[in-house]
């Protein structure tokens, strides 16, 4: 469902029925474009989110905790000096569209009551949040527009706040019969659907068929094709909408599909899909937006990360292109040492100024004749030693080569692993953790004389139950893999890891039982999953008691070596992971 004015008209109702009269008392800005307001009215404490992050804008009352910055922005600051404190005095939606107005009664600078004015446009990408005074000059926003980002409206403090350009749309609010099939003469060329959603504000195109669903009508179905008696019956529909919102009769659905999944959301009881009841409009939002503002937050703070880990892994590749071109360049470096021996074996035969002898090669047992390429200017054993030269430097250089590819294969290994941590966060602080560890590890600079004035509580591996009662845990960064691993897991505890592929450490508490094939079969797939590999099928994952599993002095955070294991293929999958019992 599109967060259009049906969605925001019941949002307000919901708001207004709780809020009206309530104070201020609290303002918090987690994000750049997201704010909190912290509400006391009626002896009842409320959480009201307005975000306007162009993948999903929004307000409605919010249960999710969030972690506020130490130095609260500007724009937070700003809105603190003029509305804490202040009385929500009425909520009004402009025109039944996606801009909503919160008028605030507080004291000014001098002391005494003016109206501020608090206005949430919700509109995607061009989504803002704007407090203006009593005259409607722009005391700050939450993103500032400028000419050069907009030629149509400028937004900036100290400007006079004007609406958006008009879409010449008809308010849903004012829905009038006579007009309506006016309208409908004037778009036979249009589908009974565009023909709703193009003129009326505030109406999605889902709920536009909605309305020609309950009319009975196919919302292709074009208007000059409709019968008299369907153009009534779509007037009506629309007509007993528009009452609902009036009257505020709202019923907040979950829409599912057939796998019980979540796909939807309305704001009345719409006729298609599997219908979940909710009690409350914001409740439905938040639920229903849950994981894709997780989804958008999370990337949001691991961009610079994920770039740099990326940058890192395209300089190991590089770096091993040229590795293997310069094995493959002296793969023959043997020849160098063969010509050299076969020249000082036959040196009083060979004249200086020949370039190219040929000589039996007495090393083979078929005793071949080999062609040897040689410097005129250089005496015969000059020339020997060429080779000698050339064949030590190719051996310095494999022997070198050696170790540089072994270097930047665990590297290689190491960032790609962290890559997938970066994949696998779910809050803040594991994001801190990893950040901390490429800090540690030299990727990222040392900022000297940062100050951190609040202690940052360790995050905890994700911790699950099997089926068959056994705890399973699983590291979600390197740190935590060391931890699990090294320091948590008992000799007879289960190990497992995704063999040859960067992934979690995944420990099954034993309890000095032998542990069930069902648990390892879940403990296995959790190692798939939270793995690089979570999009592949027959995913190799090995496993082994802890005790067989040892940390290589000098080794990188989360790389291990273990023997005597077993390996088991597993087709990691989202819905069979959700079935396993998750421990908050």
């Not at 505020?248 to 979950?254: A, G, I, R, T, W």
């Not at 892994?313 to 076969?342: A, F, H, P, S």
């Not at 540089?404 to 779910?426: A, D, M, R």
């Not at 905890?460 to 935590?480: A, E, L, R, T, W």
Request: hydrophobic share 35%; charged share 30%; with cysteine.
């Amino acid at each position: 469902m599109a967060f259009d004015g049906v969605t925001i008209s019941a949002l307000i109702s919901e708001i207004k029925n709780k809020t009206i009269g309530g104070r201020i008392d609290k303002i918090y800005q987690p994000e750049r474009d997201e704010i909190i307001l912290g509400i006391r009215s009626q002896g009842t404490g409320y959480k009201l989110l307005l975000t306007a992050n162009p993948s999903n804008p929004k307000l409605h009352f919010t249960q999710i905790s969030r972690e506020n910055p130490l130095d609260p922005p500007l724009f937070c600051m700003v809105m603190r000096k003029h509305i804490q404190g202040g009385k929500i005095i009425d909520i009004k939606q402009q025109n039944f569209d996606r801009i909503v107005n919160i008028y605030i009664e507080a004291l000014d600078e001098m002391g005494d009551y003016s109206v501020k004015n608090l206005i949430i446009e919700i509109m995607g990408r061009h989504s803002n949040i704007i407090l203006t005074d009593h005259s409607g000059t722009i005391l700050d926003c939450i993103k500032h527009i400028t000419h050069d980002k907009s030629s149509v409206r400028e937004v900036l403090p100290g400007k006079q706040y004007e609406m958006p350009p008009a879409q010449n749309k008809i308010n849903t609010l004012m829905l009038d019969r006579q007009n309506f099939m006016s309208l409908m003469g004037e778009n036979g060329a249009k589908k009974a659907q565009a023909f709703i959603y193009q003129n009326y504000s505030g109406i999605s195109p889902i709920m536009a068929t909605e309305i020609c669903t309950r009319a009975d009508i196919y919302s292709d179905d074009f208007i000059e094709s409709l019968t008299p008696s369907q153009a009534e019956r779509l007037y009506l529909s629309f007509e007993a909408l528009v009452k609902d919102i009036k009257d505020e009769n709202f019923s907040p659905c979950l829409i599912k599909d057939e796998k019980n999944k979540a796909v939807d959301f309305f704001p009345i009881t719409p006729h298609f899909g599997i219908v979940e009841k909710y009690e409350s409009m914001s409740a439905l939002v938040e639920d229903f937006y849950k994981s894709r503002d997780f989804a958008y937050r999370i990337n949001q703070k691991t961009q610079d990360l994920k770039k740099l880990i990326t940058q890192n892994i395209e300089r190991c590749v590089k770096k091993k292109e040229i590795q293997l071109r310069t094995l493959k360049d002296i793969e023959n470096r043997d020849k160098l040492r063969l010509y050299g021996e076969l020249i000082t074996a036959n040196i009083y035969s060979i004249k200086k100024g020949m370039t190219l002898v040929s000589l039996v090669n007495f090393y083979s047992e078929s005793g071949e004749t080999v062609d040897i390429e040689l410097d005129g200017d250089l005496s015969p054993s000059e020339n020997a030693q060429k080779y000698f030269k050339a064949y030590n430097k190719a051996k310095r250089t494999y022997l070198a080569l050696q170790e540089q590819i072994s270097s930047n294969e665990e590297e290689l290994t190491y960032l790609e692993g962290v890559l997938t941590s970066v994949n696998n966060c779910i809050n803040e602080q594991d994001i801190r953790e990893i950040r901390q560890e490429l800090i540690d590890e030299g990727y990222i600079k040392k900022v000297k004389n940062l100050k951190n004035r609040t202690a940052k509580r360790k995050s905890s591996p994700m911790h699950f139950v099997s089926s068959d009662g056994y705890d399973i845990y699983v590291g979600k960064n390197n740190v935590q893999n060391d931890e699990l691993t090294l320091k948590f897991a008992k000799p007879r505890d289960m190990w497992l890891h995704t063999k040859i592929i960067p992934g979690s450490h995944v420990i099954v508490v034993s309890k000095g039982e032998k542990i069930p094939d069902t648990t390892l079969n879940e403990a296995a797939l959790l190692s798939a999953y939270f793995s690089k590999a979570r999009n592949s099928t027959m995913v190799p994952v090995d496993y082994t008691e802890k005790r067989n599993v040892k940390k290589p002095n000098g080794a990188k955070p989360g790389m291990v070596i273990y023997e005597t294991n077993r390996t088991a293929y597993m087709n990691p999958s989202e819905e069979e992971v959700n079935k396993i019992k998750r421990v908050d």
